[in-house]
């Protein structure tokens, strides 16, 4: 077993510099125009990221990124929880829900700029749109599928209703619902630069479209690096924090088995 948890551990390191290496010796030797040396765009990143454009670019981006997730989260819980008891509304809404969530987000960016504005408020409000979706319908199914048993318990047991919601059903459910938030994050990195993109002055979205634009490609392969640095980071830190709220969950099924 260790010995495999070793290997593990190798090729997770090693992988990773064989690609390094890889696209070090593909630039250097036939990237061409459009990809430029690995160690110009690291320079670029080294100018623009540690730590220039930080105040700039990144932290107006992470504040509507965050900004976003947390109102999709909120608003994906409450209603994903309200349609999760009451089964009448849930078959009644599922038709309007299946319809909004199939509208590409992109296509709503016209009517948010001339609704909303060009400011922050337009493209949280976009985020939040994307992230709803997986949160609400997780949520939802988590909710609805609770066992009976386990309802029926709480009422044996007078237990009042929001201690049931909060510490039965919502902990119940909690497992699906880390999940509906762990499919929205991502989604919420590809909006954020989308939305960056059109009608704004600062973001990373706004950043790399503007080197495309006067051909600065180290600076916009710099902005790249650092949009897959910051997934990375996301979900790394999103994972810890998914196992210290559903560690009673991997405990009871370990258990099971």
Not at 45 to 74: E, M, Y
Not at 163 to 181: E, N, Y
Not at 207 to 226: E, H, K, P, Y
Request: hydrophobic share 55%.
């Amino acid at each position: 077993m260790r010995r495999r948890e070793g290997l593990y551990i190798t090729a997770e390191v090693l992988v990773p510099v064989l690609v390094i290496l890889g696209v070090l010796i593909f630039t250097n030797t036939a990237g061409g125009f459009y990809f430029p040396p690995l160690q110009e765009v690291l320079v670029a990143f080294q100018k623009n990221w540690l730590f220039t454009r930080i105040p700039l670019d990144l932290v107006p981006s992470l504040v509507r990124l965050l900004s976003g997730f947390l109102i999709a989260v909120l608003i994906g819980v409450l209603l994903g929880v309200l349609l999760g008891r009451v089964a009448w509304l849930r078959r009644q809404t599922s038709p309007i829900i299946e319809f909004l969530r199939a509208i590409p987000p992109p296509a709503l960016l016209p009517f948010t700029i001339l609704a909303i504005g060009v400011d922050s408020s337009a493209k949280v409000a976009l985020i939040a749109f994307v992230c709803v979706w997986p949160i609400l319908l997780n949520t939802m199914d988590g909710v609805a599928g609770i066992e009976p048993t386990m309802a029926e318990t709480a009422q044996v047991y007078h237990i009042p209703t929001i201690d049931a919601l909060l510490h039965v059903q919502l902990r119940a459910a909690s497992p699906q619902i880390f999940a509906g938030m762990r499919t929205a994050l991502p989604l919420a990195i590809i909006m954020m630069v989308i939305s960056e993109m059109v009608a704004s002055t600062d973001g990373l979205g706004y950043f790399v479209l503007q080197a495309q634009r006067t051909f600065a490609l180290a600076d916009m392969w710099s902005g790249i690096l650092l949009l897959g640095i910051l997934g990375y980071l996301l979900n790394l830190v999103f994972t810890l924090i998914e196992r210290g709220v559903l560690a009673w969950h991997r405990g009871a099924r370990a258990a099971a088995q």
